[in-house]
């Protein structure tokens, strides 16, 4: 199976250290032969080790700018985040305006898709039997996580688009209306604060095809939208998103607008993965709503972005508290959003982590896994380029190292290996001493013989 990922490796920037290897959540990362490795099938994307590479080994392909024209009309879709990303910026409308300078035809916010996907779970939740808690579908690298680690909450997850992909939707459909132009002609671009959107553009879940037609970073376009800001600005006529889609960015804010009593959100990955394994427990029976974020403060914290993440959440409460709080007009939009915006291709788990062969083969497979984390020092200390003693002892069930990969059993192989050295060197030395005294004994009785051979010729 190919895999397309946004997040890649520079090896030539990469040291071998382990600190990427202890953040992945998924263990999808090794270090062999000093360098890190990404197994493909395992990696979900979050963007952890891009955060915490020192070396900056891990990066994110996104879209350049320049992409946008190759389609004859632009449409921008800035995620709510982007708001909260520039010095003394408190409004909205500024980088609005500053989108439409780097030539785009259109701005539609990913707010206002953000405002129809909150509408169609709240009557989801109301009007069909849902598995309880609902789990946000929002955030791409938790649906990936619940695939890998989770696969018995694929069923919980929401069966909406994201609204990202909402607002791509009808941006498009919106544009193609008033301007009476083929839907094939337009391009829609998101404003991407993370690597796991760019992923999910290009192989989406839960859907035969992005509506989204590429994501380009904040982080690359920010120089230029904060020169167009600094420049004054004419703001185009568009229709405007409300506070309810504006704080999806911040954590809280999704159950906020989808209007859930009994709901939790969590952000850092660590964090979503500890309450995942609870509910999968049964451990939180009453909840109905779960908004699980990859990221620490959500998207705000994203790898993509420019602005730290605890001051860009007070910034855009700002920029929040100078927005208009209009009531969100429940438009025929809405009313068909529970049609409209379904998923139509089922969430299916990641068995990348899977033992493979038949019953037999499997069995035998985790006996040996579960001999070998036994026979290991169960520290996970990562120094054998694997997350961990299991995940050790499974890339040598696999083929993949060796129990000398441990430092712990290399080190007591070399003690048994001096040990039999210096036997072997004793033996040796004795083995020597009798050979010598052989020697001297034969050369004596050689010796006796020839003198008795010289008597005998006298």
């Known amino acids: 199976m190919n895999y397309y990922h946004s997040v890649r490796l520079n090896k030539a920037k990469c040291k071998g250290c382990t600190v990427c290897l202890k953040r992945c959540p998924t263990e999808a990362i090794r270090i062999r032969n000093n360098h890190a490795q990404i197994i493909d099938a395992q990696c979900i994307d979050c963007g952890e080790c891009i955060k915490v590479c020192g070396h900056h080994a891990k990066y994110a392909v996104t879209d350049p700018l320049e992409a946008i024209h190759n389609f004859k009309y632009k449409i921008a879709l800035p995620a709510p985040t982007l708001y909260a990303q520039f010095q003394g910026v408190h409004k909205t409308e500024p980088i609005i305006a500053a989108l439409m300078s780097l030539g785009f035809d259109d701005v539609f916010e990913v707010a206002r898709g953000a405002e129809i996907v909150s509408y169609a779970i709240s009557q989801a939740l109301r009007n069909e039997d849902k598995p309880r808690p609902l789990i946000s579908s929002a955030c791409p690298a938790i649906v990936r996580l619940i695939q890998v ?70 982080k690359d376009i920010y120089k230029q939208m904060s020169a167009a800001i600094k420049k004054g600005f004419t703001m185009p006529e568009i229709d405007r998103a409300s506070t309810v889609g504006i704080k999806w960015a911040i954590p809280g804010g999704e159950t906020d607008a989808v209007g859930v009593r009994s709901s939790l959100c969590v952000d ?73 915006l379904r998923l139509n291709v089922e969430i299916e788990p990641n068995n990348s982590r899977q033992l493979e062969g038949t019953m037999r083969e499997r069995i035998e497979k985790s006996e040996k896994i579960n001999q070998l984390e036994a026979s290991l020092p169960g520290l996970d200390c990562g120094s054998c380029g694997s997350p961990s003693c299991r995940a050790l002892a499974w890339d040598i069930v696999h ?52 003198r008795g051979d010289d008597e005998q010729d006298e």
């Open 149 to 218: 680690n989770f696969p018995g909450l694929i069923d919980n997850i929401v069966d909406f688009v994201s609204p990202m992909e909402a607002a791509a939707k009808f941006a498009k459909e919106e544009f193609a209306a008033k301007h009476g132009v083929p839907m094939e002609e337009i391009g829609a671009f998101f404003i991407t604060p993370c690597a796991a959107k760019m992923t999910s553009i290009k192989a989406p879940i839960g859907q035969r095809r992005s509506y989204v037609d590429g994501a380009i970073a904040i």
């Open 268 to 340: 850092g990955i660590a964090n979503v993965m500890a309450v995942l394994e609870q509910i999968e427990n049964e451990r939180f029976r009453d909840l109905m709503y779960f908004e699980g974020l990859a990221c620490v403060n959500g998207c705000l914290g994203g790898p993509l972005t420019v602005e730290n993440s605890f001051v860009a959440k007070n910034r855009l409460r700002s920029v929040m508290n100078r927005t208009a709080m209009k009531t969100v007009n429940k438009t025929s939009v809405f009313e068909n959003a529970c049609e409209t």
């Open 399 to 450: 083929g993949e190292a060796t129990e000398l990969n441990c430092v712990f059993r290399l080190k007591d192989r070399i003690s048994e290996l001096a040990a039999e050295m210096v036997m072997l060197g004793a033996s040796t030395r004795f083995n020597t001493s009798k050979e010598v005294d052989q020697l001297e004994h034969m050369s004596g009785q050689l010796s006796h013989d020839e």
